[in-house]
């Protein structure tokens, strides 16, 4: 439910928050390279007051590398088979103005506007602890609540951070999002163009975040959108195995989001997929799951093919036994009659799955 831009996402300080048993605030007085512990002193509880005190003295086994005189943010948490046994630490190193950034940040239980409005003044903070901690938050957020709260987010500087080398490319995929969502109606074309450009940009490499800048791009040019990207990667041979992964996703999310783009034109753009080898099974699954009941002739005649593996042929085995026509289960005969063995352990890893 979360943005389907944003990957290999840590939790947020606040979503650590609220998985622990104890927040404070403290500074390192001194470390222990005997036993690793670290001696530190609490300057503010924000949670679990009843076992730890301000001024109160700890030693504590830290997941951090810490000095004396470093302030960290503590995160507590007592083991579930034994709360009164020894508590497991998780530290973040914080100056003043992280720190006063945590402090203020919105309750967890707070309106999830209010909370994002809070966060999208943060994005790209010169401080890179607050500018992945404010990203983090938009990137645990369900999509619909990012929609509904676009008008929170900063176009002119997504449209900038979209370009700038010095941004984390990891971080480009939400951007390309924002930018589309909270593109006001007199900017949309201007912004769809300015998008284009980007996708239309050569690269030699992955690109991570390109995802979403693709799926901000259908969201604003719609058919036109879909065109050029299937003529520029789905049913181009020779296009990047990447890149045609990020169409792929963004094809996926339009599917669930747009509302332009006809499904049955959607389909078509993933059914050029089948004659590649090496994404015929994400295909062939997509469209089982999108209904696409009329790419049964084509889906079928991937199932012979040399170039067809093991796991490709099952994915044409599951489109046949959950599409529900007759055509359906007249072609998995058939298949049986060729392949017998191949067909029995399709269905047979399929009714395990």
Not at 31 to 45: E, K, L
Not at 63 to 88: M, N, Y
Not at 116 to 126: G, Q, S, T
Not at 172 to 186: C, E, N, Q, S, V
Request: aromatic share 8%; net charge negative; with cysteine.
């Amino acid at each position: 439910v979360a943005c389907p831009f944003c990957t290999a996402l840590k939790p947020s300080l606040s979503q650590r928050g609220q998985r622990a048993d104890i927040v404070a605030l403290a500074e390192v007085e001194s470390t222990d390279q005997r036993d690793g512990q670290s001696h530190v002193r609490v300057h503010r509880v924000l949670k679990g007051k009843g076992r730890v005190g301000p001024q109160d003295a700890l030693a504590a086994r830290l997941d951090l590398a810490v000095s004396p005189g470093d302030l960290v943010l503590l995160f507590g948490r007592v083991a579930e088979a034994d709360p009164h046994g020894e508590l497991t630490w998780h530290a973040v190193g914080v100056d003043e103005t992280s720190d006063a950034y945590h402090a203020r940040s919105p309750a967890p239980q707070a309106p999830t506007d209010e909370r994002l409005r809070y966060f999208a003044r943060y994005l790209e903070h010169p401080d890179p602890l607050i500018a992945e901690d404010a990203y983090l938050e938009f990137g645990h957020t369900p999509f619909s609540d990012v929609a509904r709260a676009a008008d929170v987010l900063p176009s002119a500087n997504l449209r900038a951070w979209l370009v700038d080398p010095r941004v984390p490319q990891s971080r480009k995929g939400f951007y390309g999002l924002a930018i589309a969502l909270a593109a006001p109606a007199d900017e949309r074309v201007a912004t769809a163009d300015f998008l284009r450009g980007l996708v239309m940009e050569p690269a030699d490499d992955f690109r991570a975040g390109f995802d979403g800048i693709l799926g901000g791009y259908l969201l604003l040019a719609g058919p036109p959108g879909l065109d050029l990207i299937e003529s520029r990667y789905l049913a181009n041979p020779d296009s990047a195995d990447g890149d045609v992964r990020h169409a792929l996703t963004a094809l996926r999310f339009y599917r669930e989001f747009g509302r332009e783009i006809p499904p049955a034109r959607l389909c078509g753009a993933m059914a050029q997929l089948l004659v590649r080898p090496e994404f015929a099974e994400a295909a062939i699954t997509d469209l089982a799951r999108w209904t696409a009941w009329d790419m049964l002739a084509r889906v079928v005649e991937v199932y012979s093919r040399p170039t067809s593996d093991t796991r490709t042929r099952r994915a044409v085995v599951g489109y046949l036994l959950s599409c529900p026509s007759q055509n359906a289960r007249q072609a998995l005969a058939r298949l049986r009659a060729v392949d017998p063995k191949g067909v029995a352990a399709a269905e047979d890893v399929l009714s395990r799955t």
